[in-house]
């Protein structure tokens, strides 16, 4: 045996301790994002707090990705570990009835030692919504972002199909992004109306440099718009010059729809 | 002539008074309902405030009836007399742009002097959300009533049916509702599904007493629940008796989905 007792004890210890997987659903409206800050309202800070109030330990809860300030999700996807027994069934009810209204855990369960949600999840899924209406609706205002005049949806999906493949995404990268290279692989990047006054963006990739949809978004509202025409996109990529792309549309329209994991 | 110089001048003043009718959609959640409080936000109270900062005049607005605390509206109806001149368009904008984000004019216009908007007004469409799930949805929270397990649609539109045609709602009537009698014409009254977890009850009656939809959709949810058979609705009417209904379903699910007027 090449480790002594010490080691043993807490290769043990390790091993009793679970791995929680969370699909958390959280309304981004009065947080300062997901990432702990201390001092200030997190979507981590709070479930960190709360788990630990179940738990009796500290935990260091893990994200598949960061969502900035003001950005909602339908399912986050989220895990931790602990050497608690309680019984998944009551952790789930006992940390919803801990939590504020506006954050959820929909689904808990163990799952493998080896899973960690950011670096298992193969692709994520965000939806923007955009309502369009000529006076602000007071239902939708912290769910979209509200246009005035239409939307030329036709446009706005042919030049949605430029982002699609493999590309550079430095134009639609935020300014001091941490991401060590702009390039991402985009699944899917679709625009459908919904009802007469929604228009639903969905896009999948296997990641999202920071405020990457919203600048996407910004653009594709001008195409919409007719101020940009659609080839205008496959310009901005390839010009890598995020003066070119359109404005970053509110976080408020924003939702983390899923993230996708191997198998 | 049978009026004196100063009635005339009175008569010709309030003749160039405008009738102004107003189309609000509000969320509810912040505000002690529609009917003005002193020192409490109530819908009434802000509007009037606002109203009064554009005209520089005192008024009064006319709801076409209250909403309790708590309850929403599409489209809810009200009305005022001012001497402003100011045009419609500009009085839209600039009172939009004073109300808080959860009060909104969605039209207005001017309307014949004999327009009342509580008087005229023939019928009024309520609609109720009811979200099902087994956890709470962070974005359903303000504007539904969630619970747990499924609902029995087919038999709560079923007992819903005994509502129709003038019926006497005493037992459906809150505890110190002001109304003269509780003889109310329900013209329509009707569950659907929509998505897989919400189911929406709409009902339009000439008029609503005092928590009625509430205590309505208390009950047929209990008939949902298959805690009630659809019989009972029709027995609760007959023995008009309030302990056998069901309870108050929560103002957060009650949207006034809008009123009809004469022609």
Known sequence: MSHGRGNEKKHRQECLRRNILLVLAYEGTSYRGWQFQPGEPTIQGVLQEKISIMTGEQVVLIGSGRTDAGVHALAQVANFRTSSRIPMDGFLRGLNSLLPDDIVVREIREVPDGFHSRYCARSKVYRYVVHN?????????????????????????EAARALLGQRNFAAFQAAGCSASHPVRTVMMARWRRIGRNNSLFEIEADGFLRHMVRNIVGTLVEVGRQKLDSGHVERILTGKNRQEAGITAPARGLFLKGVRYIA
Request: hydrophobic letters at 45%; zero cysteines.
């Open 133 to 157: 209406d000529d006076v602000p609706d007071p239902f939708w205002r912290r769910f979209a972002w509200t246009i005035r005049g239409d939307l030329d949806v036709e446009a706005m999906n």
